[in-house]
């Protein structure tokens, strides 16, 4: 094998314009052949068909709905503690309706639309975590109020927000669609933009 590995070196540095000639004039061969090589991301081609695995993922598609997600991270902003704060609620409040009225997205999961139960007397009742954000600028202590409400969501505590309340999360349930993965590309681009 060293033999092999020297003559192959030497053929190489000896014949480097060669090499590189010929690389060169491969390489427009190479691009427009490229072209023609289909991006396929989907699941279903993975399984053999027929496979009896294939069919229980496409019950599962048919029952559960979508299962792929686009999952956008808030971080803090620097003199703030947590992101508990109208700016860093309003931003999150704007992702989560850009994505909510989004037509590839089948459903947001994030703080502004995060709802809780809570007893009142006999009564149990279920309510928006915050209600309105363009209100929190003017009443501090309603933040205050949805920071303990929100220490108490074991739900929501390392999956819509982490224990610090340090980071928030922002999750789109993406429409699922098996032979192509164009509408992700379009999701992500206009999110971009956004």
Known sequence: MTAFIRAWAETVTTRRYLILFLALLLLPLMVFTGRAI???NATERYFVSGDPTLKNFQYLIDLFGDYEYLIV???Q???EQDVFNPETLDAIARLTDFF?????VTQVRSLTNYQYTHADGDDISTDYLIEDVSELEDDPGEIDSIRSIIA????????LISPDFRHARIT???EYRGD???HKVALAQEFYRF
Not at 100 to 104: A, K, P, T, Y
Not at 152 to 159: D, I, P, Q, R, V
């Open 180 to 182: 192509t993965a164009a």
């Open 77 to 79: 902003l620097p003199p």
């Open 38 to 40: 289909p991006f396929d």
């Open 172 to 174: 789109a349930r993406v």
């Open 152 to 159: 108490a969501e074991n739900l929501a505590l390392g999956t």
């Open 73 to 75: 991270g808030i971080e």
């Open 100 to 104: 909510d009225s989004h037509r590839f």
